[in-house]
């Protein structure tokens, strides 16, 4: 899992949000950029399930921007890219991919027809030794004849049957039923059906640089970003807060390693703040064992030039216990 | 029992009295001089802390644009932000030496567990107080107008060295730990590996009938990892 990606990495904007696809750029940015995203991908025919959810990673507009400005991702407008790319495609280029699918489709085919032909050698090879070993039993001891091994013969149908159903060829099947012991005629006539492919990437369509014209400028962010870049710089891993109430969770290290240790909160320098937002902060940072972390840019030298990107002071608050 | 003469008011509590007979405050009328006489007087009774005092700082107070805006948007513009600081406001400190320590940084803790030193073995300091009341305006800027205002060291090297005359005779041993440890502790104060600066917020509710209660919350500057984690 060392391979480094292609930088910058490209960061798919669509409708509002900011996906990485790349398993390779998701381990690397988590790795080497602290940037951790939320997994947002689920099945599609399953989409109630919501545990293990995997690729792609969606990305906060904070985290978005964090790597732009580090010169290590950019934004592209993936619709564009999508709509653009088929587009631009050539007729032979197409013809050529499509003749790939199916090429492709036809050696699943050939595969599955081999695995199916090796399965049926075995099981009659099985069903012969148990003949055999039956005929030597009877020699020695002549005992009344069993039926003729009902349960061999329906599991090695049933194998059969799973393997016709991905086929997709029930009728090859049930005619091969009944005479399976007699014809051992390899099935040459099923490769000639290709399988249909649906490819689940658009990869090797579409060029895997995106071009300047599709690539965006930087991500719109909320004010709280110079209270994330601080602490992003500080080494903390930052994830959304949600489950806290607060605007970021922060992570000493890795958050599979470690517990968060602040709920952030991020506020304007003259905004207003009500006490009791500190009290149930504080109160509740407690309560689970994190503290309660409140800051903003400090805006004291209005002049925006001279500030300093990293002017932000932060307070951390605790329950005092007494 | 029927009152058969008009019956006196109760007598005023002892609150009541120490806050007029405050003579310190400027203006015994001011809201927030009573509220920081009260939490002394919490500090002192209930909480048993010594020699308290009362400090006055004045904090620059930035011209409202938009009178009582609790819902502002968070973008705030630069032309907002390029407020005058022409007025300020006089905001009470109380400081104090609490009967144990409040608070202990994790890191610290390690270090004294590490050397067998106990919490009653390290000198108590001076600890600020900052009263505050529910509903009164706060913000970012002026929680760190507070802390700026803070002394830097918290008096620190004078414990080293109170230090260093108290235990002589005791224990060699436990001397010469202590010793270390308050020149460690210098030396992460400097750092700020234990933590910046600690202010203890004290807030009373005047609003919900006020019932004396005050609570305390530890606010440090910096991002200081919690206790318990």
Not at chain 1, 113 to 139: D, T, V
Not at chain 1, 283 to 308: C, H, M, N, Y
């Amino acid at each position: 899992m060392n391979a480094e990606p292609n930088l910058p990495i490209p960061i798919s904007y669509t409708a509002g949000s900011y996906f990485i696809f790349s398993i390779d750029a998701v381990t690397y940015l988590r790795r080497e950029h602290h940037i951790c995203g939320v997994l947002s991908g689920t099945l599609p025919q399953i989409p109630q399930q919501n545990v293990f959810l995997g690729l792609p990673l969606e990305l906060m507009a904070e985290e978005a921007r964090l790597l732009v400005e580090k010169g290590v991702a950019c934004i592209v407008d993936e619709v564009n890219v999508q709509t653009d790319g088929m587009k631009a495609l050539m007729e032979a280029d197409r013809q050529r991919y499509l003749q790939e699918l199916q090429a492709q489709g036809t050696q699943v085919m050939q595969m599955q027809a081999s695995r199916k032909e090796q399965q049926r050698e075995e099981a009659l090879k099985k069903i012969e030794e148990k003949k055999a070993a039956q005929a030597a039993k009877k020699k020695a001891s002549q005992p009344p004849p069993p039926p003729e091994t009902p349960a061999t013969d329906s599991t090695t149908k049933d194998d059969e049957a799973v393997v016709g159903l991905f086929a997709g060829d029930r009728k090859q099947q049930q005619q091969q039923g009944p005479d399976q012991s007699s014809s051992r005629r390899p099935s040459t006539a099923i490769a000639s059906h290709a399988m249909g492919i649906t490819p689940a990437t658009s990869h090797s369509l579409l060029p895997l640089e995106p071009s300047a014209q599709h690539k965006l400028p930087l991500p719109a962010v909320p004010s709280s970003y110079p209270l994330f870049a601080h602490l992003h710089s500080e080494g903390y891993f930052l994830s959304p807060g949600l489950r806290f109430g607060c605007q970021y969770l922060a992570y000493p290290g890795d958050p599979l390693r470690f517990h968060s240790h602040f709920l952030v909160v991020s506020t304007g320098w003259h905004e207003e703040l009500d006490l009791m937002e500190i009290i149930a902060g504080g109160r509740l940072g407690t309560g689970v064992k994190k503290g309660f972390l409140i800051g903003g840019a400090d805006e004291t030298t209005s002049d925006l030039e001279s500030r300093e990107a990293d002017d932000v002071r932060t307070f951390s608050i605790e329950w005092a216990g007494m | 029992m029927t009152t058969k003469t008009p019956t006196k008011p109760p007598q005023p509590s002892a609150l009541t009295n120490l806050i007029a007979a405050s003579p310190s405050t400027s203006a015994p009328s001011d809201p927030l001089a009573a509220s920081t006489l009260q939490i002394l007087h919490n500090l002192q009774h209930q909480h048993l802390w010594t020699s308290l005092q009362t400090h006055e700082i004045e904090l620059p107070v930035p011209k409202k644009d938009t009178p009582s805006s609790s819902a502002s948007p968070p973008a705030s513009s630069p032309a907002t932000t390029t407020t005058t600081t022409t007025t300020t406001t006089t905001q009470y400190l109380i400081s104090g030496i609490p009967p144990h320590h409040v608070y202990i940084h994790p890191d610290e803790q390690l270090y004294m567990l590490q050397r067998g030193l106990r919490e009653t073995d390290i000198e108590l300091e001076r600890l600020f107080v900052l009263p505050a009341v529910q509903g009164q305006s706060w913000s970012l800027a002026r929680l760190a107008a507070v802390f700026d205002s803070l002394p830097g060291g918290e008096g620190r090297p004078a414990a080293s060295a109170a230090a260093g005359t108290d235990i002589e005779g005791s224990e060699g041993d436990k001397a010469a730990k202590l010793a270390e440890y308050y020149e460690y502790r210098e030396k992460a104060s400097l750092t700020k590996e234990w933590g910046g600066k600690r202010i203890l917020l004290a807030m009373v509710d005047r609003m919900m009938g006020g019932d004396g209660t005050v609570v305390y919350y530890i606010v440090q500057e910096g991002a200081v990892k919690p206790r318990q984690n």
